[in-house]
């Protein structure tokens, strides 16, 4: 029919998508949205909304879909998947209807690349930070040793940089 069109649409997308009655069964789902949840069609239709998500995600997805009333709502979230992984995404939440409500429809992007992205990206981040921390340290250490007059203090005040911006508790040169 003429929703044909829209139905292919929506089943082409590289995005989650869901259609849910009022009081939050699923009555559709497409193929992206249930290989996200690494689980059959037929398994996920007739599911409630909420057993989809983690249990501590649960409230943000029931609060986001009473703001849905007034404009789409949209929650960072985890899905649960059928294998127990968690695979976070993000849930767009639109109710339609008036007063009475006729559907809530869904759409979730997966973000695991952009979360691996994040993390690969912290772990750099870390890393240079202590690498910039070595090389401050050493500057220093060069400064005190070019300005050296005498040995020993030369070598205590090495071991103060070391302490004070190497971030050791303690410092010896033996």
């Not at 949205?33 to 983690?54: E, H, M, P, W, Y």
């Amino acid at each position: 029919g003429t929703d044909q069109p829209y139905r292919e649409m929506i089943e082409a997308m590289s995005e989650g998508a869901l259609h849910i009655s009022p009081d939050g069964v699923v009555l559709y789902c497409n193929r992206f949205f249930a290989d996200l949840a690494k689980a059959n069609l037929q398994t996920i239709i007739g599911s409630r909304l909420d057993t989809l998500f983690v249990e501590r995600d649960r409230p943000r997805i029931s609060k986001a879909l009473q703001e849905g009333f007034a404009d789409t709502s949209r929650v960072g979230a985890h899905l649960l998947a059928a294998d127990g992984t968690q695979v976070p995404v993000n849930v767009a939440i639109r109710v339609l209807g008036d007063n009475d409500v006729r559907s809530v429809v869904i759409v979730t992007s997966d973000l695991t690349q952009i979360v691996l992205a994040q993390e690969a990206t912290t772990r750099v981040n870390l890393k240079l930070e202590v690498a910039n921390r070595a090389l401050h340290m050493l500057n220093q250490c060069n400064a005190t040793i070019i300005h050296a007059a005498d040995e020993k203090r030369m070598l205590a005040d090495v071991c103060q940089i070391l302490v004070d911006s190497g971030g050791y508790e303690l410092a010896w040169i033996g």
